[in-house]
């Protein structure tokens, strides 16, 4: 695994190789990366990662300086699972200067769920994201990057910001990996306490009853979203747990489902000071 950390040693070394398939991560790397990672080496001639924790979609009260960084075990994981070039670049290489160019995601997308909880996240995203693909793909022809559907909105955010900007990458999703218990798999969930870590599944298994609660509701689920959601934010609410938000959505738009809409249902809560976010479908 050839590991670079500038864009012009990126650029030199993916010029003469085929099309990248291409992962991004913040490095802490777990099993959910790792799936990811092989199924890029399916997909691509040149499977390509990259590791930055991205300052730019960190709110100032935020875990930046205390985020995980395994920088040794991330690159035998990486290796191990046929990752051909690690890009790491470090904090000067992707922003030598002050990046006041950014790219604005689309607000009806982007402004909320995670975006109401977390102004400027997706901003912050769109920004790595966009410089971090200029840097993967640049004279490339066509390319394809894969998100996991974990991050559920910002798949769709990525995807929107591909699609506008006509960028040539086909942008794949990967299912969530879970832990056997169901919670899913998130660098984040290091920061749980054994207590806490017994009791994270919760928080799937509330998505699961919300799911079920809409998909029962049927027709009637526009009337009865917010006392469904309701309900479901004050068991868990009940349970220990400070939710963000619980939420029944169009799988297509986001926005409150309209009859016959395809669903997903969003979560995000805070146990003890560990911030999780988990979806399914339904
Ligand atoms: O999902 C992540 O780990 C990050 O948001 C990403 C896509 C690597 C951008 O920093």
Redesign the pocket.
Known sequence: MHIVHSISDLRAVLGPLGRPAFV???GNLHDGHIALMRRAVQLGEVPVA?I?V?RL?FLPHEDFDSYPRTWEADCERLAAAGCQVLFAPREHDLYPEPQTFKVQPDPLLADLLEGQFRPGFFT??CT??MK?FCAVFAGKAQGVAV??QK?YQ?LMV?RRMVQQFALPIDIVAAPTERAADGLALSSRNGYLSPAERAQAVQLSQALRALGEAARAAGEALPARLADLEHAARAQLDASGWQTDYLAVRSRRTLQAPQPGDALVVLGAARLGTTRLIDNLEV
């Open positions: 991004p991560t913040m990259s930055f991205n979609q912050g995203v790595v994201v971090l998100f996991g991050d910002q990525v």
